[in-house]
């Protein structure tokens, strides 16, 4: 029963609203800035050391070779972030304030549930797409790091000499 005036808290359904709205919040799409064109945006189904296989957000195909993609921003990496935020958050809530054992409970129910959520989807989704995409990057990586068995050899200078 509730005082004349004040209406009922259902924390239950709040809790609910709030994982839907954190877990779907993400999207699974991957942002691809191309060094020519205008960005593409879908999702990356599987990659070879030259090209990225793309599904596009209209459900279609693509393939990228590696001289037309610039940078790949992979979904899922802010959500995981701005769990770990609102985990780092509740955590001291719960710890620094004068509560009950109720009271922290529910403290840990209210922003704890929401950040692991947003933590497992975001870091889900962000290992997925980074898995896809492993074989291009890892090539990436190998073509700037230098060959140690060829070392750095600095171009000759030219120096004028007298007639």
């Known amino acids: 029963?509730?005082?004349?005036?004040?209406?009922?808290?259902?924390?239950?359904?709040?809790?609910?609203?709030?994982?839907?709205?954190?877990?779907?919040?993400?999207?699974?799409?991957?942002?691809i800035t191309r060094r020519t064109g205008p960005s593409l945006s879908g999702r990356?189904?599987?990659?070879?050391?030259?090209?990225?296989?793309?599904?596009?957000?209209?459900?279609?195909?693509?393939?990228?070779?590696?001289?037309?993609?610039?940078?790949?921003?992979?979904?899922?990496?802010?959500?995981?972030?701005?769990?770990?935020?609102?985990?780092?958050?509740?955590?001291?809530?719960?710890l620094e304030e004068p509560q009950t054992r109720g009271e922290r409970a529910l403290t840990g129910a209210i922003f704890g549930l929401p950040a692991l959520s947003m933590i497992w989807w975001g870091g889900s989704t962000y290992l997925r797409s980074r898995q896809a995409a492993s074989r291009f990057e890892q090539e990436a990586v190998r073509l700037r790091t230098p060959d140690p068995r060829r070392p750095y050899v600095p171009a000759p200078t030219w120096t004028p000499t007298a007639p």
């Open 44 to 94: 990356i189904v599987t990659s070879e050391p030259d090209s990225l296989q793309i599904r596009d957000d209209d459900g279609g195909g693509v393939t990228l070779s590696r001289g037309q993609v610039e940078t790949i921003d992979h979904p899922g990496n802010v959500l995981l972030v701005a769990g770990l935020v609102v985990l780092g958050m509740a955590a001291q809530i719960a």
């Open 1 to 31: 029963m509730t005082p004349a005036g004040c209406t009922r808290v259902r924390p239950f359904r709040a809790l609910v609203w709030t994982l839907a709205v954190t877990t779907t919040a993400c999207s699974g799409s991957a942002t």
